[in-house]
């Protein structure tokens, strides 16, 4: 009894437990004084006052839920928080536990106890914000890491994964993160390129380093092979132990691809620019500089140094009487963006003279249209100049060389020709008008002289188509190449001292140019006519020989033969070397003093 009272008295006195007595309808019966202080103003009386009409609108329901589960079960004890609006309208959360106040065996009101709960209630409510925020946050994380295209992973200190992004998951061929946590690399790459990546985890984490990047190649298992920028991150515990790392690999194939596709376009370049004679330029449109390789130094005698500390070096160095054209060409190819650009001129060196260059450029437009580059390169001209003018003069020398053969070969013949006509013709016929005169005069033997008259005309003749036939070409198109040269050489057995003979090869299907033809058969006359005259030859043979469309003349006597050196200038050999460079073809003469002598024509048909 005496407990009872002192509880009565703690609770009545108590300076942070609210005691309360409410009927069934929330009317107070009592109050203790922590509660009348706190929540009624002095001179109020509680029992006007209701309990519900003190707390937040949504609050009310709890509590009758309390009261209700309190009636139903009278024995036990109800524990709500419940809101009450102070006077200057803040919010105070109270703890209450009810009861049912039971009197006589009847269910009177309830009896609560209350304390204040606002600071537990305030952490709660900051502790569920908190993990609501943390919840929104993984959220926005996870979704940005989803949608990143670099690969995001998080691998445990086996190099196993904890957790990996989408990229991640295309790159590993997994369609959920589920079927790739707990492995490693070498469930889908290849097995030297996961072992290696393996070893990089490993050593990033025997490292302590805060963070490394690294180029890294792998393999995947279908044989592909990606370049990857990898960052990794150090995962560590609440007492900073390493516990895994983050990584973040971005695929830069296609930067390597550039990279190297980069790297030997300029490599090429170099090698190019080295391995020629030619000044390679690069002109930068935009800035009015341009960029010369080392050829330059080779070419004209100055140093590239010195080049770059003169911005008009190349305008300065071109010859003074070609400098407006050039440049003003140049200019006009720039204004009109005309892709292509040539020139010949002159340009200076270090010592002052001056070299022949051909000079071209390709002119390169943005899409604009408008030039920014051009690239060029000078090519020396000087020694091909050289050699163009002696190739010149060594031409008019041979084509006077060829005139003067061509005359001395026509009065030749010409002499041949009056020779023939005063030394036999004219005698014969001189003899023959002689017979005649004395035929008129003397009877007796008109007859014999009229006989021999007409013997020396008959002679005459003879001699006569014999001369014209020397002189007029020989229908080859009707007998043949073979033919007309075997008809030359029976014409000339005539002398009993020599013998001729004419073989031939590769004539059967064999056909030939008629101006080929005619040109070889003269070749053959002349050549015969030099053996007649002048080798003293018993024996001469002539070779025509026709094998893939190569023609070889071959003309050979076993005269006294002469010293080519001394011979090839002169007339008749000067005579059959022209006919030959008309045709393309080349002579060859082999011979020596008492050896005889060959001469070998080859001819392309």
Known sequence: MKSDENLLSFLQHSGSVYNILIDLEGNYLYSNELYKKIFFKPDTDIQDSNFTSSLIGEDVAVFKDARSECLA??????????????????????????????????????????????????????????????????YLLRTLIDHLPDYIYVKDTGSRHILTNKANLELSGARREEEIVGKTAVDYLDEDSALAQIGRDREFLESGQSMSSEEELVVMRNGEKKWLLTTRVPLKNDRQENIGLVGISRDITDRKKIEESLRVSVERSNILSRATNDAIWDWDLVNDVVQWNDALQILFGVRLDDVVKMPDWWEQNIHPDDRVRVTKRIRNHIDKAIENWQDEYRFMCSDGSYKSVFDRGYLMLDKDNKPYRMIGAMVDLTERKKLQEELS????????????????????????????????????????????????????????????????????????????????PPSL?????????????????????????????????????????????????????????????????????????????????NGVGFDPKTKTKGIGLS???????????????????????????????
Not at 406 to 418: D, F, P, S
Not at 431 to 451: G, H, P
Not at 577 to 597: D, F, Q, T, Y
Request: proline fraction near 2%; charge should be neutral.
């Open 393 to 472: 003069t060594q031409t008019i020398s041979r084509q006077r060389q060829i005139t003067e053969a061509t005359i001395m070969a026509q009065e030749r013949e010409r002499a041949e020709i009056g020779r023939e006509l005063h030394d036999n013709i004219n005698q014969i016929l001189t003899t023959t008008k002689m017979y005649l005169d004395m035929a008129l005069t003397e009877k007796d033997i008109s007859e014999e002289l009229t006989i021999k008259s007409h013997s020396n005309i008959s002679t005459a003749i003879e001699e006569i188509r014999s001369l014209s036939k020397s002189l007029v």
């Open 73 to 138: 079960f009278p024995g036990k004890s109800v524990c709500v928080d419940l809101r009450r609006t102070r006077e200057d309208g803040s919010n105070f959360w109270i703890r209450w536990e009810f009861c049912a106040l039971v009197l006589d065996e009847r269910i009177r009101g309830l009896q609560a106890l209350g304390t204040d709960a606002s600071e537990r209630r305030r952490a709660e409510i900051e502790k569920l914000d908190a993990q609501a925020k943390l919840v929104r946050e993984r």
């Open 575 to 605: 005579n059959i070397a022209s006919r030959a460079e008309v045709h393309k073809g080349e002579m060859e003469v082999i011979s020596s003093p008492g050896e005889g002598c060959i001469l070998k024509i080859s001819i392309p048909i």
């Open 477 to 557: 198109g009707d007998i043949g190449l073979r033919a007309a040269v075997q008809e030359m050489i029976n014409n000339l057995k005539i002398s009993p001292k020599l013998t001729i003979t004419l073989k031939t090869t590769g004539f059967a299907k064999a056909v030939i140019p008629g101006n080929i033809q005619l040109m070889v058969f003269r070749i053959v006359q002349e050549q015969m006519n030099n053996v007649l005259k002048h080798s003293q030859a018993t024996i001469a043979e002539v070779k025509l020989a026709l094998a893939k469309h190569l023609l070889v003349v071959t003309v050979t006597d």
